[in-house]
């Protein structure tokens, strides 16, 4: 919720889906212009949705983002080179963070 808190702040429209079961078709359905997405959540992984979401003609060029909670140690690393999904690099932002590096990280990365 922290997250939807901070991009209303910034003008920016919310739909949030916390079911994983449930995400492939609520992204199909909503076509945003910016998927943010957690690396680890109940169910299916968010590089497992991110592949599937991909394989949409659709949705194949939509910016992902990937946050997470896990940035200690060896972890951090990513944040810096992105995570590798099926051979595409995708930018990580590292729990915690501020409401105006998330806004940041948005604007570099998708806009």
Known sequence: MLTKKALIKYDHDIV????????IDFVQIHDPD???IDI???GLSGPDIVKSL?????????????????????EKDL????????????PILG????????????????V
């Open 34 to 36: 910016l998927i943010l």
């Open 95 to 110: 729990k915690p963070y501020r409401s105006e590096e998330l806004v940041g990280f948005i604007n570099r990365y998708a």
């Open 54 to 74: 991909k394989m949409d003609p659709k949705l194949k060029d939509t910016p992902v983002l990937f946050l997470s909670g896990l940035m200690t140690g060896k």
């Open 16 to 23: 949030i889906c916390n079911d994983t079961s449930d995400a």
């Open 40 to 42: 680890m959540m109940p």
């Open 79 to 90: 944040e810096k080179e992105g995570l590798n999904v099926d051979g595409v690099i995708y």
